[in-house]
């Protein structure tokens, strides 16, 4: 079933329903008319008998024709109700009953029913092989003596109001199937429809062909469903450009190193030193091999960091505070030649990935002590319930029209290019539910690490 298109499954399950409902109500109404027109029967049969005896009251002259030798006398009526009374004397009129219909053990039955009977009235069947006897035995007084009133009625006329129903009801449920089963047959087909027209549409982006828009004017759950597609789209299309344009970028960021080392070891090899001396032109040599690793790095730990950012976060429970003291005072080492303030608190528990977190803050510190002229300052408080940071330099402060860009992987600034450093550190800070801004103040730039998760 589940191979199967969702069109047959829709209709399928559909004709399933209807049809098992269908043989329900055929079998409950069958039942129930059945049992109806049973019911119908005996009560045509005791009406037979009020209006008989009716009759009988009127025309005190009225006689039953004697029909065997056990004194039972019987009259029929119009509408094929059989009265017999038991037990009747001296009878000369009214049609002679047909003695097929009544067999000898029937007979006795009957005979033993009225000298059982206590009810004054009560109904009986009997299985002929002709088919099924209704009749009811009704105690009266018939010329000043006590008689029964036996009133007979064979099921042939219940029989075909039963089968005249049924089949209408047949013929009526098969058109109601036919008709909710093309219903049903066009309510797949709207259904099935915008699927297989998002089906298509994906399959053409799987394959990267993303480029014209997908738009289904519908406010249910499809629509939603196309809206989430057509925004997929949109993020992919953004992302490939992104890919493109870091794949060039990155290109160029080792390209020029790798140029720079090589002209330098080909000028060496032949005898040249480019700046004078072997010592500066190795330096040079290691400088360019130093930021070709940087370039490595950063990008070994961005696609790591996407690879992260797809599971769920670390809740790894630790010290704001061991973090920040580590790093800075590591940072601190190397540049021992600025002034370096630092202000915590006391204790300073958050939850998350801590080596991440530990990359924020040398990325943010490494670029602090990189643009610093004298001066580091580093803190940490609590604001709004939560921990922020601040990482400051007095170094130049960043251009109003470069604060848009700055997080974007290899935006250049103006004394050459960012890098991804800071790229990385966004994503970092967003992947923790954190936020990260710059600012320039005090003759400086200020970074603002706000909205970090507080453990008390």
């Known amino acids: ?133 209704y009749y009811v035995i009704k105690k009266t007084n018939f010329d000043g003596k006590d008689s029964y009133l036996i009133s007979f009625m064979m099921d042939t006329y219940r029989n075909k109001l039963v089968k ?88 160029h960021e080792l390209k020029t190193p790798v140029m720079v080392i090589r002209n330098y070891v080909q000028a060496v090899e032949d005898g040249i030193y480019p700046n004078g001396t072997l010592e500066g032109t190795m330096k040079v040599i290691d400088e360019e091999a130093i930021m070709l690793q940087k370039r490595i790095k950063d990008l070994l730990q961005l696609s790591k960091l996407e690879y992260v950012n797809s599971k769920p976060i670390k809740n790894q429970l630790y010290s704001l505070c061991d973090v920040i003291s580590d790093v800075f005072y590591k940072i601190k080492a190397n540049n021992m030649e600025l002034q370096w303030d630092i202000e915590t608190l006391e204790d300073a528990l958050t939850q998350g990935d801590k080596e991440q977190f530990t990359i924020v803050l040398e990325n943010l510190l490494d670029n602090a002590s990189r643009y610093a002229k004298k001066k580091v300052e580093v803190s940490l408080y609590i604001e709004q319930g939560k921990y922020t940071i601040r990482i400051y330099n007095d170094g130049e402060e960043i251009e109003e029209k470069d604060f848009e860009n700055l997080f974007l992987p290899f935006t250049k600034g103006k004394n050459g290019k960012y890098g991804l450093g800071l790229s990385i550190v966004k994503e970092i800070v967003q992947y923790h539910g954190a936020n990260i801004q710059a600012k320039n103040e005090h003759n400086g730039v200020a970074f603002y690490i706000d909205g970090i998760k507080n453990v008390e």
């Not at 007979?107 to 009997?126: A, F, L, P, V």
């Not at 047959?185 to 027209?197: H, L, Q, V």
């Not at 998002?198 to 519908?218: F, G, P, T």
Request: one cysteine or more; glycine letters at 4%.
């Open 164 to 251: 005249d129903v049924t089949e209408k009801l047949i013929v009526g449920g098969i058109i109601a199937i036919m008709i909710s089963l093309m219903v049903s047959m066009a309510f797949s087909n709207y259904i099935t429809a915008p699927i297989k027209f998002l089906e298509s549409r994906v399959k053409r982006i799987a394959k990267q062909d993303w480029y014209d828009s997908l738009k289904l004017e519908r406010g249910d759950e499809l629509g939603g469903l196309a809206e989430s597609i057509e925004d997929m789209r949109i993020q992919l299309i953004k992302r490939d450009e992104w890919r493109q344009n870091m794949l060039q970028q990155v290109s």
């Open 1 to 133: 079933m589940k191979n199967k298109s969702l069109t047959f499954q829709v209709w399928s399950v559909s004709a399933g329903i209807i049809a098992g409902v269908f043989i329900c109500l055929v079998l409950y109404f069958n039942i129930s008319i059945s049992s109806f027109f049973t019911d119908e029967t005996y009560k045509t049969i005791e009406l037979a008998q009020d209006t008989f005896l009716q009759s009988k009251n009127k025309d005190k002259n009225l006689e039953l024709e004697e029909i065997n030798t056990e004194n039972i006398g019987m009259i029929q009526d119009t509408r094929s109700v059989t009265q017999v009374v038991y037990p009747y004397q001296n009878l000369n009129i009214i049609k002679r009953f047909s003695r097929s219909s009544l067999t000898n053990d029937l007979m006795k039955i009957i005979e033993k029913e009225t000298r059982t009977q206590n009810e004054t009235s009560k109904r009986y069947d009997y299985k002929l092989s002709s088919g099924r006897l």
